[in-house]
């Protein structure tokens, strides 16, 4: 990679000025979220080499297994969030519920709060696939100088100030926006630096990937049943491509640069959806907004949702926005049966 190109640096720095309420402290978040990938990163990356794989016996909150390699980059945002002076706040897939954090004086004067999934797709680690981190970044509601409460996560994802994700591929990327587009970041691991490598990221507005996981078609709303019948058809420009990869920051990435379209939709399995609204379909949301795509529940924007619980989950689809359209309008033909 050329030693002249931008770093992520340099890059937050120029871009300080657009963040008309902060006093940097939004500059200093996203740099401490590029460090905390960074630890991530070098233990995803030696997972095969030490005996890291597989289960650490214990279960999230929603009852699934989690992986050692969940609990470790749990473990690295949690503790790099809580010592940096500028959330007041975090919530994390992995964790029961949202963790207060105190400032440097022992008081509650911080103005962020922040939500992540730290490792989704986590059931790809032990067969060497790509996964992902998603963060989501918002101003608190609650007044400061009191502790955080369970109001500055329930935010519609409209509020978001930032979000991103991280996903540990062939090489480690790093993309975020703070509403200003969508930039991606490829990490050199020699060096531990951040490349520009992707300004101003625009998904296609149409395209010609599907991505949802098909092996649950039964179980499907009639809806998706159809619209995945059009994909499949022979016509003008069809048939589409399938292509899942079980990751959601992979599947997405790969589309938002091909233009396609991600689905994971309510089914009679899981009625209100699989992913979970505040970790993983807001700040993806946002980001596909940014990048000129859309993201809805088959029905209404996701960023419009209103959030009643932190683990809530909701149906999501995703990506290039002829593609949504083209769903929505199959959609649109059975009342929404999303029970959320
Ligand atoms: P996780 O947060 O438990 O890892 O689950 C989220 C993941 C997404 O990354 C992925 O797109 C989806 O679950 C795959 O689910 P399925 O295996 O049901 O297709
Ligand atoms: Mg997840």
């Known amino acids: 990679m050329g030693y002249r190109l ?14 008309k309420y902060s006093e940097g402290e939004l500059s200093r978040l996203l740099n401490s979220i590029k460090l905390a990938a960074k630890l991530v990163n070098h233990e995803v990356n030696k997972a095969g080499l030490v005996d ?32 940096r002076d500028i959330v007041c706040g975090v919530a994390s897939e992995e964790e029961d519920d949202f963790v207060v954090i105190s400032d440097k004086n022992g008081g509650h004067d911080n103005k962020y709060i922040v939500l992540t999934d730290p490792l989704d797709g986590s059931s790809n680690i032990d067969v060497n696939v790509s996964v ?10 609650s007044p400061i100088g009191s502790p955080a409460t369970k109001d500055d996560f329930l935010q519609k994802g ?36 951040w490349y520009l490598s992707h300004p101003n990221m625009k998904f296609p507005k149409g395209g010609k990937i599907y991505s949802i996981n098909e092996g649950n078609y039964v179980h499907f709303p009639q809806g998706v049943k159809d619209y ?33 379209i991600y689905i994971y939709p309510t089914s009679t399995k899981a ?23 859309k993201a809805t ?23 290039s926005t002829e593609m949504v359209e ?15």
Not at 180 to 185: E, I, L, P, S
Not at 274 to 288: D, Q, V
């Open 52 to 83: 890291i794989l597989g289960d650490s016996g214990e279960t999230n909150i929603q009852g699934e297994t989690q992986q050692k390699l969940d609990v470790f980059a749990n473990d690295v945002f949690m503790n790099i969030l809580k010592k």
């Open 271 to 293: 009625p209100k959806g699989k992913l979970r609204l505040l970790y993983e379909c807001n700040p993806m949301a946002f980001l596909a907004e940014q990048a000129g795509g």
């Open 132 to 141: 992902g981190t998603i963060f989501s970044i918002y101003h608190r509601v």
């Open 158 to 193: 409209r509020e978001q100030v930032a979000a991103g994700y991280v996903v540990y591929g062939t090489s480690t990327m790093l993309v975020y926006t703070t509403g200003f587009g969508v930039n991606g970041f490829t990490l050199n691991p020699a060096l531990g630096t």
């Open 297 to 319: 529940d088959g029905y209404k924007c996701i960023m419009d949702v209103e959030p009643t619980e932190l683990h809530q989950r909701v149906p999501i689809f995703i990506g």
């Open 326 to 340: 083209k769903a929505e309008e199959f959609m649109a033909k059975f009342p929404n049966d999303a029970n959320y």
């Open 228 to 260: 995945l019948k059009y994909c499949q058809k022979e016509e003008e420009n069809r048939p589409f491509t399938s292509r899942y990869i079980g990751s959601l920051v992979s599947d997405f990435h790969r589309n938002m640069i091909k233009g396609g």
């Open 6 to 19: 931008k770093t992520l640096g340099e890059f937050i720095i120029e871009h300080q000025s657009q963040f």
